[in-house]
């Protein structure tokens, strides 16, 4: 013969059980939906974040290229004798010579 069964117990057991296969189910869904969006969307993401923060990085260093230039143009504006013509000679002379110097630099 067989050996009675508590019915509480087994029902409790039974449940757990099935609580613990469902739980278990859904962590290993949630498993592969991570690796899944880290394989795939985070590349993505990170391609796009590095694409966003260089062109704003590169119009506030435009921005501020533009601001210091006019800043020193009025520098020298001041602090020469003369009308402004003379801050546009110093200024497109060193324009110049930093220019002769970059293209000294270039590799053909």
């Known amino acids: 013969m ?8 087994s029902s409790t057991e039974n449940s757990e059980e099935r609580r613990d296969w469902a739980t278990a189910l859904v962590d290993r ?12 969307t985070q ?14 990085g590169a119009l506030c260093l435009i ?3 533009v601001l210091a230039s006019i800043g020193t143009f009025r520098f020298l504006d001041l602090v ?3 009308e402004s013509w003379s801050a546009h ?7 110049c ?5 970059l293209w000294s630099r270039r590799t053909p």
């Open 29 to 40: 869904v949630v498993d592969a939906v991570e690796r899944l969006r880290s394989a795939t």
């Open 97 to 101: 010579l930093l220019g002769a110097w």
């Open 2 to 9: 067989t050996t009675p069964v508590d019915p509480d117990t």
């Open 80 to 82: 020469l004798p003369g």
């Open 89 to 95: 000679l110093v200024l497109g002379g060193a324009l």
């Open 63 to 65: 921005g501020a290229v």
């Open 43 to 56: 590349p993505v993401i990170t391609a796009t974040r590095a694409l966003v923060y260089g062109v704003l």
